[in-house]
């Protein structure tokens, strides 16, 4: 049992490109997250998807998008990089909670 | 607005040596008060979720208690293995609300 997948681990971009995070659960939970963590800050939420085909913005949305691709699967873009957004992304998946987190994906914008 | 605040920042243990992590809220209606354990390189494990005042909750060494204004974390007899950041989250609907975190050290 997986749990939820990240893809890719980690990445660089250069400010201006554009990329997009990879979630996949395998639990069959409704609501996906994607949360962004800074040192001394916690964890901020981006956007979620309460269920297959609905998704809401969060804390702190500007510069991203998402996609429920089904349920199983949440994407995350990030249309034009900044430095501002290199941070460590996670993913997660709950019943109604994000209650199961990803590993990450360490992304630096240079 | 909801707030969430965990004390201390950083804390330094020796093995067995019990202590306790501070978690104050404000919230209007609280609807979940969760915690979790991160590992370095890690995503954050769920714990325990507490739901009203005077709940606790053990897993193993640890366990959690809530009133109307604060949970905390106690580590009964630490072991260098219980070393993490332990972070709480206020529940609002579908998401939740993180504090920084407390990362604790537990030296052998």
């Known amino acids: 049992n997986a749990g939820v997948t990240q893809t890719p681990k980690f990445q660089v971009l250069k400010t201006g490109q554009s990329m997009t995070l990879q979630c996949a659960q395998d639990m069959n939970h409704n609501s996906m997250y994607w949360y962004r963590q800074d040192p001394g800050m916690g964890l901020r939420l981006i956007y979620y998807s309460a269920s297959e085909g609905t998704t809401d913005k969060g804390e702190v949305p500007n510069g991203y998008n998402v996609s429920r691709l089904n349920k199983r699967e949440f994407s995350l873009r990030l249309e034009s990089a900044a430095p501002s957004q290199t941070s460590v992304y996670f993913c997660?998946?709950?019943?109604?909670?994000?209650?199961?987190f990803g590993d990450g994906t360490r992304l630096s914008i240079l | 607005e909801d707030q969430v605040t965990q004390s201390p920042e950083a804390l330094r243990l020796q093995e067995g040596e019990s202590s306790s992590l501070n978690c104050s809220y404000t919230v209007s209606g609280l609807r979940g008060l969760f915690w979790y354990r991160q590992d370095p390189g890690k995503g954050p494990e769920f714990l325990f979720t507490l739901y009203s005042a005077g709940e606790e909750k053990e897993k193993e060494r640890l366990k959690a208690t809530l009133t109307k204004k604060e949970s905390f974390l106690h580590i009964t007899a630490p072991k260098p293995e219980d070393s993490a950041t332990y972070l709480c989250a206020l529940s609002n609907d579908y998401k939740l609300s993180f504090g920084a975190g407390t990362t604790v050290t537990v030296r052998a």
């Open positions: 997660a998946s709950g019943s109604n909670q994000p209650q199961h």
